[in-house]
């Protein structure tokens, strides 16, 4: 039986864009002991390829994470199966707002050391024993509270184009950086109500346990993230505490939540929240750039990348090597030439 998709990806892109079956685009985690992961991969994949899933799972020892589409005549029984699974029963399924149902072309199914990086060894702090969840209505009430003090436990590409009112923003580039950040920065506020939260509620589940474990004793997490208290506050009509953009890492690369526009384009300065990443693909960083620029500059970040593609194909491939650095995936939007960043 076959555990992989090889085909080609450009035909499983083509396909997708001109498929017409409606499909939902929705993501769901979990921390839980699983004793082999290895073996769950592989039933999973074999049970999610049948129900037509695209998208990325990850699997550890710590719990599962993913981010999926699903035809919409499977969904429920993409529910009965996972409220039947021994490691899945329970978990919420986050939906998407703002969704076309074409974030993903293939399923992928990995095996990895954790499910979200924190630099730890296994078993430092116990995952599983995680802050107060609190819904939409609940983190309104905390978030008015002046004993409390909220966290962004994303990255800082991420609260750049969208963020919580008040919100503490560490300038991190990874979850595992942005531990210590916090740590340090919330020395002084040890007693008050901690209330942490991300995209999704993967990172901040797993920060309010570290923190707990830390001796923090008022530590909350919005449940379902970002995501959620946007569908919430819509559902019962609440005041909404979240100012623009909710940074996604699939294809959209953002939804958004209110037309405020709370970031600036990395070239000219102008007010802009688009993600876009450097056509240059020797190039390829991660960045914000306004419609002009992108103009412009036929989507490249610099006139380095946009000469860069003017050359001879032969020439591009000599010349490619200069790019390496900025390739580095964790200095998204902080290469030097973004001088507006
Ligand atoms: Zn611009
Ligand atoms: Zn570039």
Same mark, same amino acid.
């Given at each position: 039986?076959?555990? $992989?998709?090889?085909?080609?990806?450009?035909?499983?892109?083509?396909?997708?864009?001109?498929?017409?079956?409606?499909?939902?685009?929705?993501?769901?985690?979990?921390?839980?002991?699983?004793?082999?992961?290895?073996?769950?991969?592989?039933?999973?994949?074999?049970?999610?390829?049948?129900? +037509?899933?695209?998208?990325?799972?990850?699997?550890?020892? #710590?719990?599962?994470?993913? @981010?999926?589409?699903?035809? @919409?005549?499977?969904?429920?029984?993409?529910?009965?199966?996972?409220?039947?699974?021994?490691?899945?029963?329970?978990?919420?399924?986050?939906?998407?707002?703002?969704?076309?149902?074409?974030? *993903?072309?293939?399923?992928?199914?990995?095996?990895?050391?954790?499910? &979200?990086?924190?630099?730890?060894?296994?078993?430092?702090?116990?995952?599983?024993?995680?802050?107060?969840?609190?819904?939409?209505?609940? *983190?309104?009430?905390?978030?008015?509270?002046?004993?409390? &003090?909220?966290?962004?436990?994303?990255?800082?590409? !991420?609260?750049?184009?969208?963020?919580?009112?008040?919100?503490?923003?560490?300038?991190?580039?990874?979850?595992?950086?942005?531990?210590?950040?916090? !740590?340090?920065?919330?020395?002084?506020?040890?007693?008050?109500?901690?209330?942490?939260?991300?995209?999704?509620?993967?990172?901040?589940?797993?920060?309010?346990?570290?923190?707990?474990?830390?001796?923090?004793?008022?530590?909350? +997490?919005? !449940?379902?993230?970002?995501? @959620?208290?946007?569908?919430?506050?819509?559902?019962?009509?609440?005041?909404?505490?979240?100012?623009?953009?909710?940074?996604?890492?699939?294809?959209?690369?953002?939804?958004?939540? %209110?037309?405020?526009?709370?970031?600036?384009?990395?070239?000219?300065?102008?007010?802009?929240? %688009?993600? %876009?990443?450097?056509?240059? #693909?020797?190039?390829?960083?991660? *960045?914000?750039?306004?419609?002009?620029?992108?103009?412009?500059?036929?989507?490249?970040?610099? @006139?380095?990348?946009?000469?860069?593609?003017?050359?001879?194909?032969?020439?591009?491939?000599?010349?490619?090597?200069? *790019?390496?650095?900025?390739?580095?995936?964790?200095?998204?939007?902080?290469?030097? $030439?973004?001088?507006?960043?």
């Amino acid at each position: 039986m076959l555990l $992989h998709n090889r085909t080609d990806r450009r035909i499983l892109k083509q396909q997708i864009a001109q498929s017409s079956e409606p499909r939902l685009t929705l993501s769901f985690y979990k921390y839980i002991y699983i004793t082999d992961p290895q073996a769950f991969r592989d039933k999973l994949y074999l049970d999610l390829s049948a129900l +037509q899933v695209l998208g990325r799972i990850y699997v550890a020892h #710590e719990g599962i994470n993913a @981010q999926i589409s699903v035809p @919409q005549a499977q969904f429920e029984i993409l529910q009965s199966y996972v409220n039947a699974s021994l490691y899945l029963s329970g978990i919420r399924l986050n939906l998407a707002v703002d969704d076309n149902g074409k974030s *993903f072309y293939k399923l992928k199914v990995k095996v990895r050391p954790k499910i &979200v990086a924190d630099g730890l060894e296994d078993h430092v702090f116990d995952v599983t024993n995680k802050g107060v969840h609190v819904d939409a209505e609940a *983190f309104n009430q905390l978030a008015s509270d002046p004993d409390t &003090v909220i966290v962004d436990m994303r990255n800082h590409y !991420e609260s750049e184009v969208g963020h919580f009112e008040n919100a503490i923003l560490p300038d991190a580039d990874t979850f595992r950086e942005a531990l210590p950040m916090v !740590e340090e920065l919330l020395k002084s506020h040890k007693d008050k109500n901690i209330v942490m939260y991300c995209t999704g509620g993967i990172r901040c589940e797993k920060a309010s346990a570290y923190f707990k474990h830390k001796g923090f004793p008022k530590v909350y +997490q919005l !449940e379902g993230g970002i995501i @959620q208290y946007s569908r919430e506050i819509q559902a019962k009509n609440l005041p909404n505490k979240f100012k623009g953009k909710n940074f996604v890492f699939d294809e959209r690369l953002g939804e958004r939540i %209110t037309n405020e526009i709370i970031s600036h384009c990395h070239q000219c300065g102008k007010s802009a929240d %688009t993600h %876009t990443n450097c056509k240059n #693909e020797a190039c390829h960083i991660l *960045f914000i750039q306004c419609d002009t620029c992108a103009k412009k500059f036929e989507g490249c970040c610099s @006139q380095d990348c946009y000469d860069f593609l003017k050359l001879p194909e032969e020439e591009q491939k000599t010349q490619k090597k200069k *790019f390496k650095v900025v390739r580095n995936v964790f200095r998204k939007g902080r290469a030097e $030439h973004l001088k507006l960043k």
